[in-house]
């Protein structure tokens, strides 16, 4: 049973960078059947999907992120990542990774990141 | 595409009927998927392809619906299955969420 698990800082300052990792157990992400994906929920936005890779590198990032986005996948680790560069309050959310093929399951637990000084 | 649900509460003893219901901007065909959310977990995946369940998910939950109108439909509820439900297109890149249905106990 796949199971993934989100890992990094909980608190990130203005203008900084955000970065946090997904550990996939039970599964590969080498795997030619799916996609990796990051989402992350607020109170005002609801669910918003980030962007996926597949293991070859590609990536599909969301327009209204796409400038500062960045998903990276370490095959030998068995994982991927999420980077948010110049971070604002409003990218303060839970960050959820997932597997993807056209829906997403399963999920990862969940992250809290907050954005302040 | 905009995915919109209504109603954002319902409200519903345990052993009625629920109806959910979610509607897009432009026809997503039948490229939809419901997920069911409770306090403090992540999302879960229900249904997918409109109807089909996913692996686990109990016959009571049954998904309808094409092109634009689609419907949950939860035949008995369960207090397990107080939670906010999700509908998400994923016709067209990115995918999106409607803002979510929350099931009461009433």
């Known amino acids: 049973q796949v199971q993934l698990q989100e890992s990094g800082p909980g608190l990130v300052k203005p203008s900084e960078t955000l970065s946090l990792t997904c550990t996939v157990s039970g599964g590969s992400v080498s795997s030619d059947s799916y996609y990796w994906s990051w989402i992350r929920q607020t109170p005002e936005k609801g669910l918003e999907w980030i962007g996926y890779?597949?293991?070859?590198?590609?990536?599909n990032y969301n327009p209204s992120l796409k400038s500062r986005v960045t998903i990276s996948i370490d095959t030998s680790k068995n994982q991927f990542s999420l980077e948010v560069r110049s971070v604002t309050a409003a990218d303060t959310a839970v960050y959820y990774c997932a597997r993807f093929w056209d829906w997403l399951d399963p999920w990862g637990q969940g992250t809290l990141v907050t954005v302040s000084s | 595409i905009v995915v919109t649900q209504s109603p954002a509460t319902l409200s519903v003893s345990p052993g009625e009927r629920a109806t959910l219901s979610c509607r897009a901007s432009q026809s997503v065909s039948t490229n939809l998927a419901w997920y069911q959310q409770k306090p403090g977990q992540a999302p879960r995946l229900l249904i997918y392809?409109?109807?089909t369940r996913a692996t686990g998910v109990p016959a009571t939950f049954s998904g309808s619906g094409s092109g634009t109108e689609f419907t949950l439909t939860i035949s008995t509820l369960q207090s397990a299955d107080f939670a906010v439900y999700y509908c998400q297109q994923y016709s067209n890149w990115p995918g999106t969420f409607g803002q979510g249905t929350k099931v009461e106990i009433k």
């Open positions: 392809g409109v109807s």
């Open positions: 890779i597949y293991n070859s590198g590609f990536t």
